[in-house]
């Protein structure tokens, strides 16, 4: 896989072995580590380099993967900021999952939802997907003010667990649907 989105401000491209030392850094802090399912604390770079392989591995896995895992690069500094996935794809089901994240101090500038609608746009636009299913811990209200501002609702809670800190939990799990999002895009464009 080879495919890189490009927005305004980013580029969404493969992890490379050269973003081992900025994707260490970015998750070896437990106060963004907290908010995510599968991220250990502290995050070494052994660590970065397992996600790395990993990452490289199911790109490489079939003709229709059932995941996308990009770096989330700032442009033009060409330094890494995030992540942001798109996986779980059932491509009968036309539905696919993931998540973000932004290293803690260039949060808070926009580049989140800036990712996350690129990701929601390669799922819906060019993989054909009708289905987005996300989710935040309990207590993330910044990660659910993003997602409703993009459209999502909230569908259901679970249980569940985080890695980083070993802490029970809520997820609040939530859906954007395809036409939901289409409307919401005409809509905007027709107020710009």
């Excluded at 437990?30 to 502290?42: D, G, I, Q, S």
């Excluded at 330094?79 to 101090?105: C, F, M, Q, R, Y």
């Excluded at 609702?153 to 997820?171: F, H, K, L, P, Y």
């Amino acid at each position: 896989m080879d495919i890189k989105i490009e927005t305004s401000s980013l580029t969404l491209r493969p992890w490379g072995e050269e973003d081992i030392e900025q994707l260490t850094l970015g998750l070896n802090d437990l106060e963004l580590a907290k908010w995510l399912a599968f991220v250990p604390h502290p995050y070494s770079t052994s660590h970065a380099k397992d996600w790395i392989k990993r990452c490289q591995e199911i790109s490489n896995a079939s003709i229709r993967p059932i995941a996308y895992e990009f770096a989330i690069e700032l442009r033009p500094e060409r330094t890494v900021i995030g992540g942001v996935s798109l996986n779980k794809i059932d491509w009968e089901a036309g539905t696919g999952g993931g998540g973000i994240w932004i290293a803690n101090h260039f949060q808070g500038c926009g580049y989140g939802r800036e990712a996350f609608e690129a990701k929601i746009r390669f799922a819906f636009c060019e993989l054909g997907l009708t289905k987005l299913v996300n989710g935040y811990f309990d207590g993330n209200e910044k990660s659910w003010a993003m997602q409703r501002k993009l459209g999502y609702r909230r569908v259901a809670e679970v249980a569940s667990r985080c890695m980083a800190d070993g802490r029970q939990t809520i997820e609040h799990v939530t859906t954007l649907l395809r036409s939901d999002w289409k409307d919401r895009e005409d809509y905007m464009s027709k107020r710009a």
